[in-house]
């Protein structure tokens, strides 16, 4: 009696070619632009409304302010919209799209998570830009200061804004949805109060001073005050240091959590 071995079966269809991640990103770029077609508009309004009426209402609160305390508003205002973003309009957004599905589907293609966070941080810088513009023209037109941005005022804003989105999103995945909103809403208030962003750091108890070289609140300031207006303000190599190492850390962590929750 022969026994016949069959032979292996070989398949001649051709593998399924990998996409590159330079590809994959702006696939990924226009799925969430298509997926926000209707929200978007109205995201950037509200960034920019918001910005806006910052700079009003820090108007209404002082009154007509001293040059140097008009200079401290005027810079300031485009920081306190950019960390807004971050950490409120972030975390609400991702909290939405996990409660309705759509995280969970995006985490079933076969792209890495890496690129779904670099989609997700980028889009959040962009809605963030116009904003800031906008804010800063209010901020001239109703201070009345001279400001001369600087050719690094724009990776600062986005090394700004990245760090304040990867926050917010790392929050979103870590938490459930109403600790993160909660949460976001707490960060809010002390960079609103009790951060050195629209006002010297030299108004604060001297062990909050301490705190803030090392957080990243005041470096962003710093940064973003330099870049408005270099002649009246300079940013020294240690905020620098710190805003970056804050940066990596915080993109880092946003990585870590939605790996975490794959």
Do not use: N
Not at 130 to 137: A, D, E, I, N, S
């Amino acid at each position: 009696m022969t026994t016949t071995t069959a032979a292996p079966i070989v398949s001649t269809a051709p593998a399924t070619p990998r996409v590159s991640a330079l590809r994959q990103l702006p696939l990924l770029l226009r799925w969430q632009a298509r997926r926000m077609a209707s929200a978007l508009p109205l995201l950037v309004l509200v960034q920019v409304l918001l910005s806006v009426a910052t700079v009003i209402g820090y108007g209404l609160l002082v009154g007509q302010p001293a040059p140097a305390e008009a200079l401290y508003l005027a810079t300031g205002a485009p920081t306190v919209s950019l960390v807004m973003v971050g950490l409120v309009m972030t975390p609400q957004l991702v909290v939405q799209s996990r409660t309705e599905g759509s995280a969970d589907w995006m985490r079933t293609l076969p792209v890495p998570r890496e690129l779904f966070l670099a989609t997700d941080l980028l889009v959040w810088t962009l809605i963030a830009l116009p904003g800031v513009v906008l804010g800063v023209l209010a901020g001239v037109l109703r201070f009345h200061v001279h400001l001369a941005p600087s050719w690094w005022l724009l990776p600062t804003a986005l090394v700004v804004s990245l760090t304040a989105a990867a926050v917010g999103y790392a929050m979103a995945w870590l938490l459930p949805g109403t600790i993160a909103q909660l949460m976001s809403q707490v960060l809010v208030f002390v960079v609103l109060l009790f951060s050195p962003v629209s006002f010297p750091a030299d108004r604060m108890p001297l062990w909050l001073q301490h705190a803030h070289q090392w957080l990243p609140i005041e470096p962003m300031a710093e940064a973003v005050r330099a870049g408005l207006a270099p002649g009246s303000f300079t940013v020294p190599g240690r905020s620098v240091a710190v805003m970056l190492t804050w940066c990596v850390v915080c993109v880092a962590g946003a990585a870590f959590a939605l790996r975490r929750r794959a």
